[in-house]
């Protein structure tokens, strides 16, 4: 029997127009179906597990943005951006340095090499970009150079550099590895400002490789993570796409390679597959991997040292930033995205186990006093320090000493995060290189598209024409529009 928990606006994903969309639990999960009148009925899965849909509900958080790019027209999804409508500033912003790619791999969002159509930014539209990014308020705090594949562009480290020197907080790369076979590039991306590698990294056997990429590169993967170590670059981010039936089990043994190389790299991140062009709906029904069945993967093939009650959706962090905002007296930028685009948990490593920060410090109670503190500050006949102040106390009660790690300080551990609550991006960096952070974000495609995650979104990506666009939103209307000449405007 089919209960309706939602409805949203949807596009068909053969013509690409807006259309309405109802999501309905049945079975346990929650399936968005809608109905385009040309081509007909589309069903799929939007989330795996019906009462952790309601749950996570909760924790939804919808802020507004202060600069736009474009003007509200056509409305969302056609308008971007950022358009008036949009709801998240730019936390995370990508740009594509490439289309060129020095890999045919059959699975690639970016659909890299096969547009028919060279698109490579000039340094100095590179640099706009950038410019744009920083004039947002709060200013754009990290950015990601991908592609195609980035380090193909012979003045990356004059790119990361800049980067730097425009004041982007963290800077990141999204890439295949391969140049970094190479020691002294490496080394040279380590000297420019590089704060992380953003590895594709899709398993531990060669079975995922011959698949998604045509051939086995698991070894050469494991070598750089090798000149890594060598090198002293110490900031890897693992990111495995996720294909039911290729790699689906080996998500327990990604983590524990993680672990065993966690001097080195800081988290996994994965991403279920995204199903582009028109699909069979048995097949994608089949195939379809949602957050929640990761988080089953996880808790399953970790022997349930990492279970599904570790992880939280991404806004769970957002009242965080709006209190630091009030005490810094500062924009921040908060993650105020969809609360069904991603999750994550924090895990300590010790003697070669996991340790979820959720199993010894009380995330929800945290959470309350948060929520508290910040309805306090709204009167501002609240002191900002007697709040930092009562925080400090609270937090130290909210730490079971028995079960968290011996190789922590309590105390110590209760300072880094009050040091972040006070905005502090130092006692932030600490505390990610501290701890190994396992997560999920899954990308939208036609046919689970839902406009309210697009309205919040948080990952965005600048082109050269000025404009800012949501991440799915960029990948399954705009990119093709870019690039594909012969492409009829969808929007039409």
């Known amino acids: 029997m089919k209960e309706v928990v939602g409805t949203t606006v949807s596009i068909c994903p053969k013509c690409?127009?807006?259309?309405?969309?109802?999501?309905y639990e049945e079975d346990g999960k929650v399936f968005i179906e809608k109905t385009c009148p040309e081509h007909g009925k589309f069903r799929d899965i939007y989330w795996g597990d019906a009462e952790l849909y309601k749950k996570y509900n909760s924790y939804q958080y919808i802020s507004s943005i202060e600069v736009t790019h474009s003007k509200t027209e056509k409305g969302c999804p056609y308008d971007c951006g950022l358009c008036p409508n949009h709801k998240t500033t730019t936390v995370l912003a990508n740009i594509d340095l490439t289309n060129r790619c020095n890999l045919n791999c059959p699975i690639c969002f970016a659909n890299a090499g096969k547009t028919g159509v060279v698109y490579e930014p000039t340094f100095q539209e590179v640099k706009r970009m950038m410019e744009i990014l920083r004039s947002e308020i709060p200013p754009t705090p990290a950015i990601q150079f991908a592609g195609g594949e980035p380090t193909l562009r012979k003045d990356l480290f004059d790119i990361i550099k800049l980067a730097k020197e425009m004041g982007f907080l963290h800077i990141q790369l999204a890439t295949n590895g391969i140049k970094l076979k190479n020691k002294e590039y490496l080394r040279e991306l380590k000297e420019a400002g590089l704060s992380t590698i953003y590895l594709q990294f899709d398993g531990m056997s060669e079975k995922p490789y011959l698949i998604a990429r045509g051939k086995n590169l698991l070894p050469f993967k494991m070598k750089v993570i090798e000149n890594c170590r060598e090198v002293g670059f110490n900031s890897v981010v693992l990111v495995p796409t996720l294909v039911r039936g290729v790699?689906?089990?080996?998500?327990?043994?990604?983590?524990?390679y993680a672990v065993e190389n966690f001097d080195v790299v800081r988290g996994v991140n994965f991403q279920?597959?995204?199903?582009?062009g028109r699909t069979d709906e048995k097949k994608r029904l089949e195939s379809r991997i949602t957050i929640p069945d990761f988080m089953k993967l996880v808790e399953e093939q970790t022997n349930g040292e990492i279970s599904r009650d570790d992880f939280y959706p991404v806004p769970v962090v957002a009242p965080i930033s709006s209190f630091v905002e009030s005490i810094s007296n500062m924009k921040k930028p908060i993650l105020g995205s969809h609360q069904h685009c991603g999750v994550s948990t924090y895990v300590f490593v010790e003697d070669g186990k996991m340790i979820p920060i959720t199993r010894f410090f009380d995330v929800e109670g945290f959470l309350e006093i948060i929520r508290e503190k910040n309805e306090e500050l709204k009167d501002s006949k609240k002191g900002k320090i007697r709040s930092v102040l009562d925080l400090s106390i609270n937090i130290l009660k909210l730490i079971d000493r028995e079960k968290a790690p011996k190789s922590i300080n309590v105390k110590n551990f209760a300072n880094v995060i009050i040091g972040i609550l006070k905005g502090n991006y130092n006692s932030l960096a600490k505390l990610h290189h501290n701890l190994l952070m396992i997560s999920c974000m899954h990308f939208m495609d036609p046919y689970?598209?839902?406009i309210r995650r697009c309205e919040r979104c948080c990952i965005h990506y600048a082109i050269p024409d000025g404009r800012v666009i949501p991440f799915c939103t960029f990948n399954t209307i705009h990119r093709p529009l870019m690039f594909n000449k012969n492409n009829k405007n969808k929007d039409n």
Do not use: Q, R, W
């Not at 690409?16 to 999501?23: G, H, R, S, V």
């Not at 689906?248 to 524990?256: A, F, P, S, T």
């Not at 279920?272 to 582009?276: E, K």
């Open 16 to 23: 690409y127009k807006k259309i309405p969309a109802t999501l």
């Open 247 to 256: 790699n689906d089990g080996e998500v327990g043994d990604i983590i524990n």
């Open 272 to 276: 279920p597959v995204s199903f582009t």
């Open 448 to 450: 689970n598209f839902d």
